[in-house]
């Protein structure tokens, strides 16, 4: 028994000499691990509100990323750029499939301004604020210092950005039906802007008890085949207004429009 006793003795120690983990690292990888189920969490959170579950988890954090917030080693092509790019032209294709078949009495031009105004910038921002996407960006001390949360160029990119993400991840079918689920309702809207600057102006004089604008024909420059006109628009009370177009008509709606914006007047385009 005595024999045996040493070699008990000697194994307790050998136990005892094992190295112990370092309560550091322990807590580092405590640390770690709870910043992952963090991160995941919150992607979580953001595939709900946006309504696809990513199978590449990079691609959404992709979409989140602003330059700012990229170190000096990373591309600017991890920021969300690249994705935004891509995504603006997934949404032109998306917008215009939606007009062509909501509006099968609409020509081209009108398709056109109903377009550029659901893909501009401000109509991008204004989804990514109904998603509650604005909390979401990771800007870095440049970024958050300029204010570039609140941007809406920021907030319209971040939104394109997303839409290219789920356009790589899901397909086409998937980046559509985020698009139509978030610009059925804005297209399906009246669109005030869409009508002749010139018939706003007009109606807007009339309530104000003012005569009917008159237009006049200031100058003619170029040649013959190119002519470009400049007109003046005048009404009682106001300082007259130009606007220079190819033709006298253009002309005339361009020097509406610029009488309604300095009046404050709502509800003219000078498009067309």
């Known amino acids: 028994m005595n024999d045996e006793s040493p070699d008990l003795q000697t194994s307790s120690a050998s136990r005892d000499a094992r190295p112990q983990p370092e309560a550091g690292s322990e807590a580092s990888g405590v640390k770690k691990k709870r910043r992952k189920v963090s991160a995941k969490a919150a992607a979580a959170a ?14 959404l954090a992709t979409a989140f990323t602003h330059v700012s917030a990229l170190k000096s080693s990373r591309k600017r092509g991890d920021s969300y750029q690249r994705l935004e790019f891509l995504g603006d032209h997934v ?3 998306v917008v215009s499939d939606m007009l062509y078949r909501a509006f099968p009495s609409a020509n081209e031009g009108e398709l056109s301004k109903r377009l550029a105004d659901l893909v501009r910038k401000e109509s991008c921002a204004d989804v990514a604020k109904s998603l509650g996407l604005i909390d979401d960006i990771k800007l870095g001390a440049v970024g ?11 907030l319209g ?3 394109e950005a997303v839409i290219g993400a789920i356009f790589l991840d899901g397909g086409y079918v998937a980046a559509a039906q985020f698009v139509e689920r978030n610009w059925t309702e804005r297209m399906r809207k009246p669109r005030r802007p869409l009508r002749d600057p010139k018939t706003v102006l007009q ?8 005569p009917t604008p008159v237009y006049r024909e200031v100058e003619r420059t170029g040649p013959h085949h190119d002519p470009q006109f400049r007109v003046a628009v005048d009404l009682r009370g106001l300082e007259p207004a130009e606007g220079v177009g190819g033709s006298k008509r253009a002309a005339e709606k361009v020097a509406a429009s610029v009488m309604i914006e300095r009046e404050g007047v709502g509800g003219g385009n000078n498009d067309g």
């Open 157 to 159: 990119d971040i939104c």
């Open 46 to 59: 953001i595939e709900a509100r946006i309504g696809h579950k990513f199978g590449n988890a990079d691609l």
């Open 203 to 210: 109606e807007w004089a009339q309530g104000k008890g003012l």
């Open 144 to 154: 958050a210092g300029a204010g570039a949360r609140l941007r809406k160029s920021v």
């Open 91 to 93: 949404l032109g294709l």
